[in-house]
């Protein structure tokens, strides 16, 4: 069975850190461009990062440039996003997607793979 699982989601005060994981079973990573999208209640879904099949192309919606960092383990199967200097405005949900193919997509629809999600909640 094909399966995309998120961790490390929580409640973290602003400027803090979490680091998400993304773990593939059922179907392998090395052939998948991963990406990181987002969604908080009433907003539409946006693409955060994503990072290509061998990680040497990574991109980041500007409003998490220098804060977050995509990285994958291949070995593993697992992609992560690491989230530093966290703010009010990074709650959402943030799910992982993957495409088999090497280089990211164009939004959401380009996605095959989807996980269900991982609550992000930045608040003092």
């Known amino acids: 069975q094909l399966q995309f699982v998120e961790s490390g989601g929580g409640l973290v005060q602003p400027g803090g850190s979490l680091r998400l994981s993304c773990a593939a079973s059922?179907?392998?990573?090395?052939?998948?461009?991963v990406s990181w999208f987002r969604q908080a209640p009433g907003k539409e879904r946006e693409g955060v990062s994503c990072i290509s099949r061998d990680g040497g192309s990574t991109n980041y919606v500007d409003s998490v440039k220098g804060r977050f960092t995509i990285s994958r383990d291949n070995a593993k199967n697992t992609v992560y996003l690491q989230m530093n200097s966290l703010k009010s405005e990074d709650t959402a949900m943030y799910y992982c997607?993957?495409?088999?193919?090497?280089?990211?997509?164009?939004?959401?629809?380009?996605?095959?793979?989807w996980g269900q999600g991982a609550q992000v909640t930045v608040s003092s």
């Open positions: 997607a993957a495409r088999p193919y090497s280089t990211c997509g164009v939004g959401f629809a380009s996605y095959t793979y």
């Open positions: 059922g179907f392998t990573l090395d052939y998948s461009a």
